[in-house]
RNA sequence: GCCGGGAUGGCGAAAUUGGUAGACGCACGGGACUCAAAAUCCCGCGGUGGCGACACCAUGCGGGUUCGAUUCCCGCUCCCGGCACCA
């Protein structure tokens, strides 16, 4: 009891004033004078902080020393003190000095908490506060002073242990010093008295505290800094995540697109992983024997980049951020089975993507032939799409060039019939399998050749009969005006020989990069050649024309055009002044010359066109492919818009191509028996070509054949081909082999899971891949991926800048000064290093390259992985595109706060056994567990909250399992908690009734939460682990209803509700609508003229 | 340019099969508690009009189908993803 002589004041320094409520908490050896000692672990609920209030401090600089009662001497203290602060939002201004005053217990153990000390207050003396129970029997208390010590910078992170705390904003750092241990008489704070019985539990809440403290049972505080390290640590003890190969259970596969080990994390990989694993628990409470395993994509262009920028070799680089990388997943809690983990530059994994290469190579899959790239003219380098910025290299400014090279290519296109009818059966979002579908392409036309004019095929000599095109509109042969052939085609340089202008022009087409987005948007230009071929049936001179737009290498370099009836051959034969001739008509439609219309690309009935006069699209194309085959000169034939896949890169980080180049054998391949290819990961390229290229060690060699001297192949594979069966690889990753058995029992993946932006290529190239593994008996699956989840890519701001050179520069969010307008919009930027202006380049996907993503790691410490995982979560669904944003993490955290709080507090009133359903486990020896009460007799208050639960729980399990939209369940937990927190009910029925929410809301939302829900549960069921828990269970009977609410509408409009026995019939319920006050309102009287009634929902009466 | 997707309060979003538009949150405003604050709790929160009961308007824009449209159809605008060497 505090003593009311003793003036409030005289206990503590003069002017102390609550900054703010803060936990205090210790592990370590107290030294005064000393930094406190930092320790991970919070055990003490809130405390206080006080200190001099703004306005005593700006008053005077120096404070007198505060003296205390019976005051021993600190470094004798056998208190082990540790010092946590734990309010979000404690600010310390620099120049304050600002003490914690913590109340201890004898027995070494922190104990008590709480609200103001009666010392305090000012006015009147204060009622006599009730003493803590576990003080009651003291009658004095032992306090911990601490002095903060203010700094004299600014800065967010001090150098004490504090930072480690959540949300702590320090202005300037911080220096903890103990200074003294006093005895004081009496408890020093109070608590409040314990809530009545029959309190409700927001009402609890509302104090702001729970009634009483047991460290021993509890605690009282959410602290994921503690929490999740010992998790994890059990997680790791106990093996937790790691997959059996076999299994009486089912066996449920998921995987993640593996992540780019670029040095961090960022959020688009918390989304996934998130996703993955709420999946992968929600799996394995559902009864499946579940696999999650996580690799490394650890070749490629960032690791080259990188070592040009800071001199590291690639190889280092590389798994110093696997490392930190794999630390942060650790971190995040993901049910990870790291047993299994592959980095595909470790030659163990490479070494079967050049094993597989040979195999295909033998059995013709894979060939050689020339391919266009990309060339830096003043690097002498060939460059990725991503590194040529507006026709330049990025770094040079110089002017790319298309060049074209021999390459590897796949033979894709072999297997596209069975991609393209494969597709079906996969349970696929719709739209990725369209977006394959069109990227196939399987066009069914006509291929036929335009036969050289005497005088062309002179001059072209090349033993061909003319140009060979194809076509998909066949019936508009009549309408050819000209043909056009790339700038690289042989008829071009032909005619290029006596026309210095043509050369110039195909000069010219050279320049810029191969990117199809820059070649269909660029200006469509072209000149004639003066050379001619036939019209296959009329004889008709035609004239070539060389095009930019032309493509060699796609198809055959060269097309029929019909400028009538073809948007693009249209507004070429416009600029230069070309014949348009239309063939068809389109049901009337008129048609001018003058300007492009819609419908001039529509089928219709052939006009103008001789023997197909009349003919519709389908007979005028059987008429023309019937008479071309008759001449000798084509035929009908399916193409499809997919290309070979070609997988050499003249790049370093990759896998070397298991080639040999003999100027006697030609191309030979590597005898397995010296595979690996082992790729030299020290070397640290220049920016000018490969270093492989560079570097004799590597590229000397002997043919396995002749043995005379050889060349390997210095180029590497595309990183697509590791990306391509690496999901394989995961089930057996030290097999002697490429896989072994284990793949056939995972295989084939249950759910994948990645970013939209790999919607084509790596999963066509993936499904290609697996069927090719088939087809050599590796493996007996068809399909890789049978559910596939594409998450929406997470979205930041772009800034950027051009260096001197005209390369480009990208600068990230932190490091600029960002200036909006009044809506929030962006407007610009300064450099903070330079203040120079950055351009906003809009937004765009989280990437490397761009230098706009955002790193968990400051939210994990803060808030702790829990709330990173809930918040993105909670966020939106995870197919939706989002812009980044951190603006409600706050409101996770106390959600799981709120959460630990309901939880505490019925606990701390002691667990009780649930109510409904028998608990199928239950602590050892206790029979009555599990209960038998049902919803009779239970107040409708209870019947509704019970309701609420079981139609919750098949909502969540809906949503994990089926929509997999977890936004929307914990919504529906929220929304289910926030029921029980109404509650007035505090009988002990109320109690079971408590004990199944508490423990369902728990199991529902442990896929997202599962470090706060494993401590939860632990309180909730001691002695049973959460990870064997199954899905809850649903009871039927608390879903059944009486009555239920209908919507009333009165021509469409919402007038009313109407409640009606569940079992009524429609007759009866439009009976009653009719009858219904809001509807006579609306109804005036007027006789209706039809009645809708859909079951279970709605009224709809027509006036 | 072509292919796929998106647009709903100040913000993130919900409405699952054409059936109550804005659940659940964030932010904000008001209140309780406090000397004061933090924390916590309670109330309010699309717009317009009205003291109010309530009425009307409202899901990017313009049309249409329907008893009823955020949802289906037609035509646009803007944004995002992919376009074969970023991964």
């Known amino acids: 009891m505090p003593d009311p002589e003793v003036p409030a004041r005289s206990r503590f320094p003069p002017g102390f004033a609550k900054i703010s409520s803060a936990a205090l908490l210790t592990t370590g050896p107290l030294t005064a004078g000393g930094d406190a000692v930092p320790s991970p672990i919070l055990r003490v609920p809130a405390a206080m902080v006080r200190g001099p209030s703004k306005n005593e401090l700006i008053e005077s600089e120096s404070r007198p020393e505060p003296t205390f009662v019976n005051a021993p001497e600190p470094t004798k203290s056998p208190l082990n003190v540790v010092l946590a602060l734990l309010a979000p939002t404690v600010i310390v201004p620099p120049r304050w000095t600002s003490w914690l005053v913590l109340p201890v217990s004898e027995a070494n153990v922190l104990s008590l908490a709480s609200t103001r000390p009666p010392s305090i207050r000012r006015g009147p003396p204060p009622v006599p506060p009730r003493p803590c129970a576990s003080m009651r029997d003291r009658e004095r208390s032992t306090v911990a002073l601490f002095r903060i010590v203010p700094g004299t910078s600014a800065g967010p992170t001090p150098p004490s242990p504090i930072c480690n705390v959540p949300a702590l904003t320090v202005v300037g750092p911080l220096q903890i010093v103990a200074e003294s241990i006093v005895s004081l008489p009496g408890p020093v704070f109070t608590r409040p008295p314990p809530a009545p019985v029959n309190q409700s539990a927001r009402q609890i809440k509302g104090l702001g505290r729970p009634p009483c403290y047991n460290f021993r049972s509890m605690e009282s505080q959410y602290h994921p800094r503690a929490i999740e390290p010992q998790v994890q640590k059990r997680w790791a003890e106990t093996r937790a995540f790691v997959a059996p190969d076999a299994s009486p259970k089912p066996k449920y596969y998921c995987v993640s697109m593996l992540p780019y080990p670029s040095g961090k994390l960022h959020m688009g990989h918390v989304r996934n992983y998130t996703i993955n694993d709420a999946l992968y628990h929600f799996m394995r409470m559902k009864g499946f024997n579940v696999l999650m395993p996580m690799g490394w994509d650890a070749f490629g262009l960032p690791a080259e980049n990188a070592a040009m920028a800071n001199g590291v070799p690639p190889g280092q680089w590389t798994r110093d951020n696997i490392a930190y990388m794999k630390k942060q997943c650790q971190a995040m809690g993901w049910a990870i089975d790291w047993t299994r983990e592959v980095a595909t530059c470790s030659p163990a994994y490479y070494r079967w993507n050049q094993w597989f290469f040979l195999r295909l190579w033998e059995k013709g899959v894979i060939y050689k032939k020339t391919g266009v790239v990309n060339w830096d003219p003043a690097d002498m380098t060939v460059l990725a799409n991503e590194q040529v910025i507006d026709g330049r290299g990025w770094r040079t400014g110089a002017v790319v060039e298309k060049r074209e090279i021999p390459m590897w290519y796949m033979r894709i296109t072999q297997y596209a019939d069975e991609l393209l009818d494969s597709l079906d059966g996969l349970g696929w979002p719709e739209q990725v399998k369209q977006m394959q579908r069109n990227w196939i392409g399987r066009s069914e036309g006509v291929e036929f050749t335009l036969p050289y004019a005497p005088e062309t095929a002179k001059r072209m000599a090349d033993g061909k009969a003319g140009l060979k095109v194809f076509t998909t509109r066949a019936d508009t042969i009549m309408g050819i005006t000209f043909a056009a052939v790339a700038p690289e085609h042989p008829i071009a340089t032909e005619a290029a020989k006596d026309n210095a202008r043509l050369a110039v022009f195909i000069e010219e087409s050279r320049k810029g990069g191969v990117q199809e987005a820059d070649l269909a ?118 193409q499809f818009r997919l290309r070979d896949w070609g997988i050499s890169r003249q790049r370093y980080w990759g896998t070397p191509i298991p080639i040999v180049q003999c100027a006697k054998c030609g191309d030979v391949g590597v005898p397995d028996g010296e595979l690996p290819v082992v790729l030299p990961d020290n070397l640290v390229p220049d920016g000018s070509g490969s270093p492989l290229a560079k570097t004799p060690s590597f590229f000397e060699t002997r043919c396995p054949k002749c043995d005379g001297p050889a060349r390997r192949d210095t180029d590497t594979m595309d990183t697509f081909v590791d990306s391509s069966w690496y999901f394989l690889r995961y089930t057996c990753p030290d097999a002697p082999s490429m896989v072994d058995e284990r793949a056939q029992y995972w295989a084939p993946l249950d759910m994948y899971i990645g970013g939209i932006e790999h919607a084509i290529l790596h999963l066509l190239y993936a499904r290609f891949w697996t069927k090719a593994m088939r087809d050599l008996g590796l493996v007996k699956i068809d399909e ?37 307008d009044e809506e929030g919009k962006v407007q610009g930027a300064t450099a903070k290093k330079d203040g120079k202006p950055v351009s906003y380049d809009g937004i765009g996907t989280m990437s490397k390259s761009k230098r706009n993503g955002v790193d968990p790691q400051d939210m994990i410490e803060r808030y702790g992985a829990d709330t990173a995982r809930f918040y993105v979560m909670q966020a939106s669904p995870p197919t939706d595109t989002v812009l980044w944003s951190d603006e409600s993490v706050e409101g996770s955290f106390k959600f799981l706060r709120r959460l630990w709080a309901m939880v505490h507090d019925h606990v701390s009133a002691g667990i009780v056994p649930r109510f409904g359903s028998p608990s199928p486990i239950g602590p050892p020896g206790s029979g009555t567990w599990g209960g038998e009460g049902r919803d009779e007799g239970l107040s409708k208050e209870l019947q509704d909250l019970r309701f609420k639960l079981h139609k919750t729980i098949e909502k969540v399990a809906d949503d994990y399992g089926r929509r997999m939209q977890f936004n929307t369940a914990i919504a529906a937990v929220r929304e289910m908690l926030n029921l029980y927190t109404d509650l007035k009910d505090h009988s002990p029925v109320a109690r079971q009734v408590a004990q199944e929410v508490l423990e369902d809301a728990v199991l529902l939302l442990s896929p997202i939460i599962p470090h706060a829900a494993t401590a939860l549960w632990a309180e909730l069921r001691p002695g049973t682990g959460l990870l064997e828990q199954p899905w809850p269970a649903v009871d039927a009977s608390a879903l059944v209803q009486d009555t239920i609410q209908l919507v009333v509408q009165v021509n469409g409009k919402l007038r009313g509700h109407l409640d009606v026995p569940a079992s009524a019939s429609k007759d009866q319920i439009e009976a009653m609508a009719l009858a219904n006050d809001d509807v006579q309102k609306f109804v005036n009287g007027q006789k209706p003229k039809k009645v809708v009634v859909v079951p279970g929902r709605l009224v709809n009466i027509v006036v």
């Open 521 to 638: 948007t660029m200006e469509k230009k072209g000149m004639p050649t003066g050379l001619f071929v036939l019209h296959p049936f009329t004889g008709d001179p035609v004239e070539v024309w060389v095009g930019n737009y032309v493509l060699m290498g796609y198809g055959e370099g060269a097309v029929m055009a019909v400028p009538g009836h073809d948007e693009r051959d249209f507004a070429f034969a416009q600029k230069y002044g070309l014949e348009i001739k239309p063939v068809i008509d389109v049901g009337g439609q008129p048609y001018s010359t003058g300007a492009w219309q819609p419908w001039y690309e529509q089928h219709g009935r052939n006009v103008n066109s001789g023997n197909y006069n009349g003919l519709e699209f389908q007979g005028a194309t059987d008429a023309v492919a019937a008479d071309l085959t008759a001449k000798g000169l084509g035929a009908k034939r399916i």
């Open 784 to 820: 890789p991926f049978s559910n596939l989840l594409t998450q929406g890519m997470v979205l930041n701001h772009i800034f950027s800048r051009r260096t001197d050179k005209g390369g480009i520069e990208y600068f990230a969010p932190e490091e600029l000064d960002i200036t909006s």
